[in-house]
């Protein structure tokens, strides 16, 4: 789905990590995204955040992904 992805910012500590990029979807759309992931001190990952934008190329994306996985899982759990 991503043609390049360029990442802006990159921070971690004992808890957690922080990633944000820059991509360039296959349609060529930009997209902006944040990864947040927490980390237990046993190195397990009990939760992870996705903040992307704009809009457009997140719906892209949503629409990508139910293509390629609606056959494999419910169609509830996509946009």
């Known amino acids: 789905l991503y043609g390049s992805q360029t990442p802006?910012?990159?921070e971690t500590s004992d808890v957690r990590l922080v990633l944000e990029y820059e991509a360039v979807l296959t349609s060529g759309e930009k997209l902006?995204?944040?990864?947040?992931a927490d980390r237990n001190s046993d190195g397990?990952?009990?939760?992870?955040?996705?903040r992307m934008?704009?809009?457009?190329?997140?719906?892209n994306i949503a629409t990508h992904l139910r293509e390629?996985?609606?056959e494999r899982f419910p169609e509830e759990i996509f946009l």
């Open 8 to 10: 802006t910012f990159l």
């Open 32 to 36: 902006n995204a944040t990864v947040i």
């Open 44 to 50: 397990s990952v009990p939760r992870v955040s996705v």
């Open 53 to 59: 934008s704009p809009l457009g190329a997140v719906l």
């Open 68 to 70: 390629m996985f609606s």
